[in-house]
């Protein structure tokens, strides 16, 4: 995940100045990090992609209220986290709306983005069909997490953020970053364990 917050804000600036090319240099450096957390969140690489788009949309519009000492990655993945968020409410009023396949004819690029998918290759049709299960039960796991808990697992455990970072999402101190990570392990692990034994703890996390 980039980190040179001081790139972002020249980028900023200049976006504020009226170069719209500055727009595309921050997508190249933050695309596949935004697109890896929504497709996490939302668990559809259609529904992930639209919401990325729709939060350039957002930086695009918001460009004159990025000052200097913004925090740019902390700003975009707690507006990013709200727009999963407010999917997540819509789509549940809106069943008829199903998700994508996130196993189907995956291809050697996207599996960069996938959450929880290797390659599989050389596997027997019954170890495949196995790994293709245990992802599911591990997909669904984390879909059934409250979403603060949600949020602050992706961005740890997936995007690499440090607990100070994922505070600044998600609007706690680093202590509640680390009582909300141990919960959602705590939470995960069971519901995991419920559905595939012991070895639902996948991060080895000790309690």
């Given at each position: 995940?980039?980190?040179?917050n001081?790139?972002?804000?020249?980028?900023l600036?200049?976006l504020?100045?009226?170069?719209d090319?500055a727009?595309?240099?921050?997508?190249?450096?933050?695309?596949?990090p935004f697109?890896?957390?929504a497709?996490?969140y939302?668990?559809?690489?259609?529904?992930?992609?639209?919401?990325?788009?729709?939060?350039?949309?957002?930086?695009y519009?918001?460009?004159?209220?990025f000052?200097?000492?913004?925090?740019?990655?902390?700003?975009?993945?707690?507006?990013?986290s709200?727009l999963?968020?407010?999917?997540?409410?819509?789509?549940?009023?809106?069943?008829?709306?199903?998700?994508?396949?996130?196993t189907?004819?995956?291809?050697?690029a996207?599996?960069?983005?996938h959450?929880l998918?290797?390659?599989?290759?050389g596997a027997a049709?019954?170890?495949?069909?196995?790994?293709?299960?245990?992802?599911?039960?591990?997909?669904?796991?984390?879909?059934?997490?409250?979403?603060?808990?949600?949020v602050?697992?992706?961005?740890?455990?997936?995007?690499g953020?440090?607990?100070?970072?994922?505070?600044?999402?998600?609007?706690?101190?680093?202590?509640?970053?680390?009582?909300?990570?141990?919960?959602a392990?705590?939470a995960l692990?069971?519901?995991?364990?419920?559905?595939?034994?012991p070895?639902?703890?996948?991060w080895?996390?000790?309690?």
């Amino acid at each position: 995940m980039p980190s040179d917050n001081e790139t972002d804000l020249a980028l900023l600036e200049a976006l504020r100045r009226g170069r719209d090319t500055a727009l595309n240099e921050l997508m190249v450096r933050w695309q596949r990090p935004f697109l890896s957390f929504a497709y996490r969140y939302v668990q559809s690489e259609e529904d992930a992609r639209d919401l990325v788009e729709e939060l350039f949309v957002r930086v695009y519009k918001n460009r004159d209220r990025f000052k200097e000492g913004t925090k740019f990655s902390a700003w975009a993945f707690t507006s990013l986290s709200n727009l999963c968020k407010n999917f997540e409410r819509w789509r549940r009023r809106h069943p008829a709306f199903g998700k994508d396949s996130l196993t189907d004819d995956m291809s050697k690029a996207d599996r960069d983005v996938h959450p929880l998918a290797n390659t599989g290759e050389g596997a027997a049709p019954d170890e495949e069909a196995l790994r293709r299960e245990r992802i599911e039960i591990v997909k669904d796991a984390i879909n059934k997490l409250p979403h603060d808990l949600r949020v602050t697992l992706l961005l740890y455990q997936y995007e690499g953020l440090s607990y100070k970072e994922i505070g600044e999402v998600v609007g706690c101190s680093v202590k509640g970053v680390e009582t909300r990570l141990y919960r959602a392990r705590k939470a995960l692990k069971a519901i995991l364990c419920s559905k595939i034994g012991p070895s639902g703890d996948i991060w080895g996390e000790e309690e």
